[in-house]
């Protein structure tokens, strides 16, 4: 064995409610966001397929869980739809969605795989977007009952919670590149989306603590290292410590430490635009720090000085502040236009383990988006994706070299288990260890990664 990792690493693979479960008439499931869009604006999805052409593990979890025993998991998280849980928002709660929730959770942790419990994955329910959703206080409110209602019915089962997946996405996607609905493009909306999703991370926190549960809870946070174009020149190296305050330190300082990255503070000061608070809040979020982080990586983020004129008509945005550098001989995942880089994983953690007291953390997505992954079908039937093979294993040597260092890693999940619908990307990229073929009832067959990664999960490393 070339690389051994730690004992009970966790082996497995992340997921969310809204892009597995699916729709079925009478399933009780409110709209939530991406519902809605679809139905206004299919022709932004691509191919038009739309939310309720998920992967169907509703009616198919326990055909799933078995796939996830025979690709090697020990652990799994997914997310619970609050849409589907209470269809309002607020008020009654969906009978069948709690047994489905059950059900599910059920058959992992008799599978001997572990679930990992995401609260917030993008999805909105409906009725609190109309009256301004993340914007509007009152959905702070509705969130931390949602939670609480959550922990009530599942947290004699669930001990990893979760209270956001990527919440810089609805303040990037929603509220300034006009990429997820409501498609705004508006720094003071996304600035008060972002703190009241703070804010509602720690009270859920609280509430955690308070409800007596044994568990742990944390949040997961897609990080993207910043490298400056010129480390030795002081205006570049200056322009990434703010791209890194803006969209990974807004996150995990306030989630790891309690507070705000001054940077940050200083800048929306100058712009008067400081979000909307309560007394109280700041202190809660000081007082409600995770227990445990997860980590998305994907790409770093290259930056230079701001060289291009500032497009008065869009500002303020982040990007008055510095330049994208478009850094050349990088190494690209064509299909995704994103930069493979792999020692991005190593930093990262090695950031965690210095600035961050060291806390314990996890790998909670890395993965790699294909497109038209049946050229890769072979005559036995199933999908050699030896590029996916090569770039977990890449990236997992990272990972064990900074364990090796000392950083508290605890494990590695790719995204995603099977393949699925990815909001207005629906089916064009892959990443799955499973495949789903959609012209044939969503079959699913092992690729050769989710083989592969069998072996790694048995051996504890490779």
């Known amino acids: 064995m ?8 966790w082996w497995g693979s992340a997921a969310s409610g809204p892009q597995t479960e699916g729709r079925i008439a009478g399933d009780g499931k409110g709209e939530n966001i991406f519902d809605y869009w679809y139905s206004k604006e299919p022709e932004k999805f691509f191919d038009q397929v739309g939310p309720d052409q998920a992967s169907e593990v509703y009616q198919k979890y326990k055909e799933d869980v078995q796939l996830m025993v025979q690709t ?10 609050w849409s589907r849980l209470i269809p309002d928002g607020v008020g009654a709660i969906n009978p069948q969605a709690v047994a489905f929730y059950n059900h599910y959770f059920d058959e992992l942790i008799n599978n001997g795989i572990e679930p990992f419990v995401n609260l917030y994955h993008f999805d909105m329910p409906m009725g609190l977007q109309a009256k301004g959703g993340w914007l509007n206080r009152e959905t702070v409110d509705a969130y931390v009952e949602y939670a609480k209602t959550c922990f009530a019915l599942f947290g004699d089962k669930v001990k990893k919670w979760f209270t956001h997946n990527e919440p810089i996405v ?19 909306h996304a600035v008060q989306v972002g703190f009241h999703e703070a804010l509602a991370s720690a009270l859920a926190i609280k509430a955690y603590r308070e409800s007596g549960h044994s568990g742990e809870i944390g949040i997961i946070l897609n990080l993207t290292p910043s490298y400056p174009r010129d480390s030795n020149n002081p205006e570049d190296v200056c322009a990434a410590k703010i791209a890194d305050a803006f969209f990974n330190r807004s996150f995990l300082d306030p989630a790891v430490k309690g507070t705000f990255p001054e940077e940050l503070v200083k800048i929306l000061k100058e712009l008067s635009i400081v979000p909307k608070m309560q007394e109280n809040d700041l202190a809660v979020i000081q007082n409600n720090t ?10 770093p983020r290259r930056i230079k000085a701001k060289e291009s ?26 299909y995704r236009g994103w930069e493979i880089y792999e020692k991005g994983i190593y930093d990262i953690l090695s950031n965690v383990r210095d600035n961050y007291g060291n806390l314990p953390c996890f790998i909670s997505e890395n993965g790699m988006g294909v497109e038209n992954e049946s050229r890769f079908l072979g005559e036995d039937g199933m999908i050699h994706d030896d590029y996916r093979i090569e770039f977990v294993r890449d990236h997992l040597r990272y990972v064990h070299q900074a364990i090796q260092e000392g950083a508290n890693c605890l494990g590695y999940h790719m995204w995603t288990c099977m393949d699925n619908w990815s909001w207005t990307n629906a089916y064009k990229n892959r990443y799955g260890f499973i495949s789903v073929d959609l012209e044939n009832n969503r079959k699913r ?10 072996q790694v999960s048995e051996k504890n490393g490779f």
């Open 2 to 9: 070339e690389v051994q990792f730690p004992e009970n690493f």
């Open 72 to 81: 090697g998991h020990n652990s799994f998280r997914t997310s619970i739809q």
């Open 170 to 188: 609805p303040v990037e996607a929603g509220y300034l590149y006009q990429l997820h609905y409501p498609e705004e493009s508006n720094l003071a």
């Open 290 to 299: 995770i227990d445990l982080l997860g980590i998305n990586y994907y790409q």
């Open 309 to 334: 004129a500032v497009d008065q008509n869009a500002a303020p945005m982040p990007e008055d502040y510095f330049d994208i550098y478009d850094m050349p001989g990088k190494k690209m995942n064509p």
């Open 445 to 454: 067959t092992i690729k050769k990664s989710g083989y592969w990664f069998k």
